[in-house]
């Protein structure tokens, strides 16, 4: 563990500024001996910081709920159990928005009324919407004022509570299945079979740098998907290969690829 990793992890700008952010929270937290923790990351940055730290001893991270995609860093001192981050005063907050179920909402209402309400993204992680609520997570320090300004999203208006972090609802996402064979597991080719889009369509997202495996930006045509790989086509939507069942006796691989509706 080495701040001048940073150089070298880094591949723009913005990821110098994130992981010395990043280092100074954890590495201030480390040296008083007291719990300290990040904003939430996304998938690429939580990579990028897992490179940075590598195995430190107290390190986590943390999104509310097992499956959570968007997680906080969060450093626990040597006399705190990792169910801390379960308690009370855990770092990360679920708040739940109830609502009229005649007026449906999806994630992109609930994020764009928090952004618009000038709540920065960093401190908000999943947003898990469902018939009439939505429970989502943020970092303690925001959620007061969530709490006492957060009214409405889209034309609904929002009656919010905060709830404990083991009841909080997560919704199976929707999901379409679909089969078909492919000549290779390149991501151009999974990425046409998911979204029903030509090869060559497929290989301008990727080239555009819209496309993404596992949160990590890809910008390889070729690359080989492996099994149960999430893939994000950002003005797409998100697929998952869910099987890979062998080849036909065309030589093909046959594939399960799930949707995300």
């Not at 981050?85 to 179920?101: G, H, I, K, N």
């Not at 952004?115 to 919407?129: F, H, K, L, P, Q």
């Not at 496309?211 to 080989?224: R, S, T, W």
Request: charged content about 25%.
């Amino acid at each position: 563990m080495d701040r001048k990793s940073i150089e070298k992890i880094a591949r723009t700008p913005e990821d110098r500024l994130l992981l010395a952010k990043l280092w100074d929270k954890i590495q201030a937290g480390m040296g008083r001996n007291t719990p300290a923790n990040t904003c939430f990351l996304s998938p690429r940055e939580l990579d990028m910081a897992r490179y940075l730290f590598g195995q430190s001893e107290g390190l986590f991270s943390f999104g509310g709920y097992a499956e959570a995609e968007r997680r906080m860093l969060v450093y626990l001192p040597p006399y705190l159990e990792e169910t801390a981050l379960w308690d009370e005063d855990s770092p990360c907050v679920c708040l739940r928005a109830e609502y009229c179920q005649a007026e449906p909402l999806s994630h992109r209402d609930f994020l764009g009324a928090l952004m618009g309400a000038g709540i920065a993204r960093e401190t908000v992680g999943d947003i898990c919407v469902d018939a009439g609520s939505c429970d989502f997570f943020v970092t303690g320090e925001i959620a007061p004022y969530i709490l006492q300004s957060f009214a409405c999203a889209g034309r609904a208006k929002l009656r919010l509570t905060r709830v404990p972090l083991e009841q909080a609802r997560i919704p199976q996402p929707q999901i379409k299945e679909l089969r078909d064979t492919l000549a290779s597991l390149r991501l151009d080719s999974v990425i046409a079979a998911g979204f029903r889009i030509g090869r060559g369509l497929a290989g301008q997202y990727i080239a555009g740098g819209k496309a993404a495996i596992d949160g990590l930006p890809c910008e390889k045509p070729d690359k080989q998907v492996p099994e149960g790989a999430k893939i994000s086509v950002r003005g797409l939507g998100k697929i998952k290969l869910h099987q890979i069942n062998g080849l036909t006796k065309k030589d093909r691989i046959s594939v399960v690829i799930h949707r995300y509706v």
